[in-house]
């Protein structure tokens, strides 16, 4: 498995396994890149999202949204924002960049084993094990 860092990121695909990107660990941040474009979210969120997951107990979906449209209550992606999450908000480090969280996250935390993420076309959930 790869290192997680720049010169051996994770290679990762969404949960439909549409688009591939890779992911690192730099310092307190993770950074994701998807093409040209960079991503950036505390790199804390692997185990915060891990334990967020496990309190729930079940399935959660992922619903994966840009950072100017609202994220649907009770999604990976609306605790990605959650005022009341460890960080208070946002764990987007980019502004403009700040979303799909919902997106980008759990396939790195099934790559980690913490998680089991479902892999269809549309509306996938995941959960801790």
């Given at each position: 498995?790869?290192?997680?860092t720049?010169?051996?990121?994770?290679?990762l695909?969404?949960?439909?396994?549409?688009?591939?990107?890779t992911?690192?660990?730099?310092?307190?941040e993770?950074?994701?890149q998807?093409?040209?474009t960079?991503?950036?979210?505390?790199?804390r969120?692997?185990?915060?999202?891990?334990?967020?997951?496990?309190?729930r107990g079940?399935?959660?979906?992922?619903g994966?949204?840009?950072?100017?449209?609202?994220?649907?209550?009770?999604t990976?992606?609306a605790f990605?924002?959650?005022?009341?999450?460890?960080v208070g908000?946002?764990?987007?480090l980019?502004?403009?960049?700040r979303g799909r969280?919902?997106m980008y996250?759990?396939?790195l935390?099934?790559?980690?084993?913490l998680v089991?993420?479902?892999?269809?076309?549309?509306?996938?959930?995941?959960r801790a094990?």
């Amino acid at each position: 498995m790869a290192d997680g860092t720049k010169d051996d990121p994770w290679q990762l695909t969404t949960a439909p396994r549409s688009s591939a990107y890779t992911m690192w660990r730099e310092g307190d941040e993770l950074v994701c890149q998807v093409g040209t474009t960079t991503l950036k979210y505390h790199a804390r969120a692997i185990d915060d999202l891990h334990a967020w997951l496990r309190d729930r107990g079940d399935w959660v979906p992922l619903g994966a949204a840009d950072e100017k449209k609202d994220a649907a209550a009770g999604t990976v992606e609306a605790f990605g924002r959650a005022d009341d999450n460890p960080v208070g908000g946002w764990y987007g480090l980019r502004r403009g960049y700040r979303g799909r969280f919902g997106m980008y996250l759990p396939p790195l935390l099934e790559r980690l084993g913490l998680v089991e993420l479902t892999h269809d076309a549309r509306n996938n959930s995941v959960r801790a094990v």
